[in-house]
């Protein structure tokens, strides 16, 4: 990306205003059985400006990023937002000042591997998967990679830079049986550039074996059994568990739309043991998946404990939620393209590991279920929520039984928390996640083992 | 450069560098959009944005890469690279571009948008919302005019060129009475001109009505085998549900439930479904698949049987199966002989279902999800707005138990659906 000094043009800003300049580069190469699907780069970028004026907003944007259209879209933004205040009258007041200043660049420090390279790793990779899983009828490999890079800077005073990149493998495998193909995907992969997240193939040979193995299982499983059940909801789960029915409901902008989150600040929602926070970067000493040290409203991002020992404590706010509610901002303001306009928008949201053991969880359930993993999520502003289960297994008499065949789970969520009696104490994250609301954005998600009371559908 | 002498440009410079076959296409957009969030018009958005895809195949190796800097250095820079990704890339018979059509320009207007207009329209829509239900707050409103200039040319000769423009507005709306909260719900309308205030567009004004008759649900009790009639603004997830397994992917991996059945039943005898990209009956159109081949209507089941697959140019040339002439979307199913009130009478027991919170259906067909905004139905006779009640079955049995159709369709201006009902599906309560 072109780096332009952008305080030059704070002569031009008129009211509050965010001025950012954004490159979004792509890598995705698609095998499909051997065969090279796709093999494609992208790269975006341009210039945005963000206006405020008595409580209206007005945006603009241009790929063109000389200085000329840099004053016209500031110019632009300013029209917008002066048609629409002169219109609506909204008269607010000030937002919340903020001048984070901050740069953190995540690029590899490693030589940059070419597009042969990467496909010699997507070869290998199957190369080994042909050898070592022959029951296969059909195998997906595909290399993503994003790099976002943001330049920010703000009429109060906020300056930044930003260069957060990630890279995923994800696989998907199928096997046919009794006629009918069986699918299981997994996506590998980390916050960093394709030479800081894969190395040597060899190190996911592994977890290869693994996925391929818990394949064979489902397609030999069985349907589960519809309705209440006692259920431990693995990482991948709680992971998005704690993302789309809890984490969602208690953005300002969904509560301020009237989501039952609402009500509930500092009321007890869930089990003691439930702590659920948002992480701007860091978590357990190490960098979250999807670390935001300064939001794209120039806020320094702070950690958000949404749920402490199972009382509500807090939204996710950007300046103009935070306004309306008096609270603290907390840096949750974040844009997907230079043509976007930041929305409150999680970061890496995890429920805090417990104390006991998994094993102990699954020993203490008689007749319920293993859930590992989840192919979609939704929820709704009543905390109501529907993941698709594509990896699970029976726990009967306290013992893992057949893997289950593709379900979907549904609850309350504020309900569904009171129900957690056991919390595993490890976590993981899941390094894949994009959420949907107007714009995509990656995110992180991640969570011990719960165990809890879930509704599971099915005939 | 103009835009055509910049297409024409990237296509000579990568020819120069190596490449035997090119694709160029070049996309400008301006978008102006009214965003409202949580019952106020918040902001006022103008985008400009521009596409330049570069394809090069060479000894049947293909490599791809889109940019939106289109000075001279910068093309030749990414013409190089495109040459290189195809070259490091593996050989395969079934990449190819489209073969020479005639030159054509397609125009479909409006090209501009009437700001005045779409203000006016917004503001009409928000006092309309909030005189007739109070208790409904408008959560989001994106509401805008995309006019698009797209140029498409290959080294074969195609030489297109797409002047368009459209408005597009979808609402969400959350009920909200002391502690009690709705279900969330959504409706989009795309239409080419403001003539109708939206508040009388399509079923907008209906489901606004059901949200806070949904502030109080009930649950339904156990589990039954039973009807249920599908609405208009659900039926698009169905029908994608169908549509996915008719794509490349799913018929080059074979993972498709449909992949033998081409010129075979795959659903009731009343049931027709058109993709329509053209026709002037969907206000959502386009003219040229991402192939290059100039886009025709098509009917993909007709009385039931699978007339085609949705298969473009690597697809068709992957399996040997024939090229789809559109890449569906613009959906169209015909209407039945019976009217709504008709359908609900004769339903003994099951539920009206308005959205569907569910994920993909499994790859034998198998899917279940949560029944959202919906009703259930006793007796011919609707009796309560449901939650926490999931809906499951598979989704080839379903294709074959239709049981009625609607006379009435909406029309969304993206797709024309009617009500459809389906027996024999789970329906579970908590």
């Known amino acids: 990306m072109i780096i332009k000094d952008l305080k030059k043009f704070a002569k031009y800003f008129t009211e509050y205003t965010e001025l950012r300049m954004q490159e979004n580069r792509n890598i995705r190469l698609t095998m499909v059985n051997g065969d090279m699907m796709g093999n494609s780069r ?16 007005g945006f603009a944007s241009n790929a063109d990023i000389s200085d000329e259209a840099i004053i016209n879209v500031i110019s632009s933004a300013t029209e917008n937002a002066k048609f629409l205040s002169s219109r609506e009258n909204l008269q607010k007041g000030e937002l919340p000042k903020t001048n984070a200043m901050d740069s953190k660049d995540f690029s590899t420090k490693k030589p940059r591997k070419s597009q042969k390279e990467m496909i010699d790793f997507l070869n290998v990779i199957d190369a080994h998967i042909v050898k070592e899983f022959p029951k296969l009828s059909s195998r997906t490999i595909v290399i993503g990679n994003l790099d976002m890079e943001k330049k920010l800077f703000t009429s109060d005073g906020a300056e930044s830079y930003s260069m957060i990149p990630r890279t995923t493998l994800y696989v998907v495998m199928t096997v046919i049986k ?36 818990h394949l064979i299982n489902k397609s030999e499983g069985v349907y589960p059994v519809s309705g209440m059940h006692d259920c431990i909801l693995d990482a991948d789960l709680a992971g998005i568990l704690a993302h789309e029915a809890i984490g969602h409901t208690t953005e300002g902008d969904i509560v301020k739309g009237g989501s039952v989150a609402g009500d509930y600040l500092g009321e007890k929602v869930a089990s003691e043991m439930v702590t659920l926070v948002d992480f701007a970067h860091t978590a357990f000493g190490k960098q979250c998946p999807v670390p935001v040290y300064v939001d794209d409203e120039g806020t320094k991002a702070e950690d958000a404990v949404i749920i402490e020992d199972g009382i509500l404590k807090k939204f996710m706010h950007n300046k103009e939620t935070a306004l309306h509610f008096g609270h603290e901002v907390t840096g949750n303001a974040r844009a997907y393209g230079f043509y976007d306009e930041p929305l409150v928008r999680m970061r890496n949201t995890a429920i805090m590991p417990g104390k006991s053991k998994l094993e102990d969880m699954i020993a203490s359930i008689d007749n319920g279920y293993y859930l590992m993993k989840s192919s979609n999520g939704q929820a709704d502003s009543t905390s109501e929520f529907m993941f698709g289960v594509v990896l699970g297994y029976e726990i009967k008499n306290g013992k893992l039984g057949k893997a289950i065949k593709d379900t979907t789970i549904s609850g309350v969520a504020f309900d569904m928390l009171k129900t957690i009696t056991m919390i595993s104490d490890d976590m993981a994250w899941s390094c894949g996640g994009m959420c949907g609301k107007k714009q995509m954005i990656p995110v992180g998600m991640g969570g011990p083992a719960i165990k809890c009371k879930v509704n599971i559908g099915g005939k | 450069m103009n835009n055509k002498e910049i297409l024409i440009y990237a296509q000579n410079t990568l020819l120069k560098v190596g490449a035997q076959k090119t694709k160029c296409i070049l996309t400008k957009k301006e978008k102006n959009e009214l965003n409202v969030a949580s019952g106020e018009i918040s902001l006022f958005r103008t985008t400009f944005d521009t596409n330049l895809s570069l394809t090069a195949i060479i000894d049947n190796k293909q490599g791809s890469i889109s940019l939106n800097k289109l000075d001279k250095e910068n093309i030749d820079d990414t013409a190089k690279q495109v040459v290189e990704m195809a070259v490091s890339s593996k050989p395969d018979e079934a990449n190819d571009i489209a073969e020479k059509q005639p030159t054509k320009e ?40 995309t006019s698009t200039n797209r140029y498409f040319i290959n080294s074969n000769g195609v030489d297109f060129t797409i002047t368009e423009g459209i408005y597009c507005f979808v609402v969400m709306f959350t009920s909200k009475d002391g502690k009690k909260t709705s279900s969330f719900n959504y409706v989009a309308h795309v239409t080419k001109d403001l003539d109708t205030p939206f508040s009388e567009c399509g079923n907008i004004v209906k489901l606004l009505g059901e949200s806070s008759e949904q502030l109080n649900t009930q649950q339904v009790s156990g589990k039954f085998v039973g009807d249920v009639i599908v609405t208009p603004e659900c039926m698009d997830d169905f029908v994608g ?27 009731s005898k009343s049931f027709n479904l058109h993709s329509k990209p053209v026709s002037d009956d969907i206000a959502e159109s386009y003219f040229v698949t991402s192939d290059g081949y100039e886009t025709q209507d098509s009917t993909v089941i007709e009385n039931g049987v699978l007339k085609t697959f949705l298969l473009g140019l690597y697809g068709a040339k ?71 009640t999931m809906v499951s079955g598979n989704l080839v049995e379903m294709m074959m138990n239709i049981k009625q159709i609607s006379k009435e369709r909406i029309n969304s201006g993206y797709h024309n659906y009617p009500w459809i009902k389906f027996e024999g599906l789970t329906i579970s309560g908590k």
């Open chain 1, 42 to 57: 992208s790269s975006n970028s341009g210039i945005s400006a963000r206006v405020y004026k008595d409580g209206s907003w």
């Open chain 2, 106 to 145: 397609f125009y479909k207007e409006p090209f501009n948008p009437d700001l005045d207009k779409m203000y006016e329209r917004l503001v009409e829509f928000m006092d309309f919302a909030k005189k007739k239900h109070p208790k409904t707050i408008i959560e989001e409103i994106n509401f805008d005019f």
């Open chain 2, 241 to 267: 549900f169908i549509t996915r397994y008719l794509y490349d992917y799913p018929i080059i991996t074979k993972t498709s439930v449909f992949l033998e059945k081409l010129g075979k039943q795959i659903a």
């Open chain 2, 318 to 388: 992957k399996t040997g199966k024939e090229r789809a002439v559109n890449q569906g979307g613009c959906w169209e199913i015909d209407s039945g002989d019976k009217t709504l009130d008709e359908i609900i009478k004769s339903t003994k027991k099951g539920i009206i279902l308005k959205r569907f919170s569910g994920g993909n259906p499994s790859d034998n067909g198998d899917f279940s999800g949560v029944a959202k905004n919906s009703y259930y139905v006793e007796d011919g006779k609707i009796k309560f707005p449901i939650s926490e």
């Open chain 1, 178 to 213: 009794d006629d009918q193909p069986f699918e299981l995907y997994e996506v590998y992969g980390w916050l960093g550039q394709f030479e800081d997240t894969f190395d040597k193939p060899e190190v996911l040979f592994p977890k290869l074996k693994k996925q391929y193995e």
